[in-house]
């Protein structure tokens, strides 16, 4: 069992243990209903052979790390907010574990995993590199990363304002990447590209 986490560096941990603590239920519920689309998505996206072991970063209330349980061997869920991680718990089968922890500094092993997710968790840290670093850290030789999160504009005008709404209705919200970073961060850690997809989610704004 890993030790507590120490307070995860360049991540603004208060917000986001305040936000998403105090909206748990509603979070969880929504994580629910998301599972079996994401399975799709992961299945089609990126194909698990049904051998691996998966870790899922900012697993939240378990979307992923459930979508992933019946595609491969095991899966690690890890998120810093323990009113989520308990929720995950409730639903979670046999081959699913959720451990709290810092996405910055994983406390897992160098190569732990043959698969490493993390989906709409890179926009609430303030630091993201750090977190490449991490996924790329815990893979395996010849693993596979998966990163699921929001795209900036282009324009850095129209990313600022994007980041300003953003913030105004989530303050754990930090900066929104554009894919030309996300990129960048690919590379800095060696990763190389396989695919990429972007897709378009219409949000209501009341």
Do not use: K
């Amino acid at each position: 069992m890993p030790e507590a986490p120490n307070a995860p560096e360049g991540a603004n941990v208060d917000e986001v243990r305040a936000r998403f603590g105090s909206t748990a239920a509603r979070v969880a519920e929504h994580a629910e209903q998301q599972v079996e689309m994401v399975r799709e998505q992961l299945q089609t996206f990126v194909a698990p052979n049904g051998d691996e072991r998966a870790l899922d970063v900012g697993t939240g209330a378990g979307t992923l790390a459930l979508a992933l349980a019946p595609l491969v061997r095991e899966v690690v869920g890890v998120d810093i907010v323990p009113e989520l991680l308990e929720r995950a718990r409730a639903s979670a089968p046999a081959n699913v574990t959720f451990v709290e922890g810092d996405a910055t500094s994983l406390p897992f092993d160098t190569g732990s995993f043959d698969l490493v997710c993390t989906r709409r968790t890179l926009h609430h840290i303030a630091r993201p590199e750090l977190v490449l670093a991490e996924l790329t850290r815990v893979t395996a030789p010849g693993g596979r990363v998966f990163v699921d999160d929001q795209i900036a504009p282009a324009d850095p005008l129209a990313a600022l304002d994007l980041d300003r709404f953003e913030r105004a209705r989530d303050p754990s919200h930090t900066r929104t990447l554009p894919d030309v970073d996300f990129r960048q961060l690919l590379e800095a850690n060696s990763l190389v590209l396989l695919q990429a997809r972007h897709q378009t989610h219409r949000r209501e704004l009341d």
